[in-house]
């Protein structure tokens, strides 16, 4: 079985370079979901070399991946009212650059409308629809909420420095038929292309990003002495989660923890059918015993 263990990937950062200096890069999804390589480059940096590329090499649809928040700006409707799609790609109606452009279908002319896009003070006036480009909807909080191209082209974006925005176009052979990892391999060393997977980015983004904000702080009286209330919000989902701290955390000495699962019938009502507010009043007490 061919697995991505199998081949040699570059590392996140390396990647990230080479989308920062506007080189295009190769991106693979798992083989359980579209099992497919993208090209992918950040939309600002976008040309008619770079367009045509896709085009004459990849061969797939060439799109243009952007955060919900630019979405918005230009106001870009979503492309159905029931998306039915496979994975949810989130298409929305295809537009062209109002100016600098002739027919639109040009690599030149998807380049101007790729950087129309892009710009972060276009206004839904430099763009006319429908057109020869396809903006796809990012989710917030990128690969973290869902693990697809579309999330993958803006977060490199993103953690290139640059606008949230990206160019994707998926990879065929020859004959029409979607590229796998062997063939994918042997295209990124004849064109040299740095490739990474999404699951890399997944875990690089975990390592790397602070995923929670502290909003706010409270003295909270118990029956176990008093406690500090910390009130975090999740930038992935905007859920929040609470943290009781007792005294003061040191660096250098081992802390006492109980993560505890929220459980309404269990730590408000007592509920019996499960122990989870008895196991919740028990690391209080022993928290506070320490």
Known sequence: MITPE????????????????GKIVIVTDDADRENEGDLVMAAEKATAASVNFMAMHGRGLICVPISNGRAEQLGLKRMVAENREMYSTDFTVS????????????????????????NPISEPNDLVQPGHVFPLRAKDGGVLRRAGHTEAAVDLATMAGLQPAGVLCEILHDDGTMARLPELMRFRKKHGLRICTIQSLIAHRRVREKLVEREQIVKMPTDYGDFDLHLYRSKLDGSHHLALVKGTISPNKPTLVRVHSECLTGDVFASRRCDCGNQLHAALRQISEE
């Not at 590392?11 to 370079?17: E, G, H, L």
């Not at 690599?107 to 409308?113: P, Q, V």
């Open 95 to 118: 537009v062209d650059a109002a100016d600098g452009v002739t027919t639109g279908i040009s690599a030149h002319d998807r380049a101007r409308t790729i950087q129309v896009i892009a």
């Open 6 to 21: 199998t081949f040699e990937f570059d590392a996140v950062d390396d990647v990230v370079a080479d989308v920062a200096a």
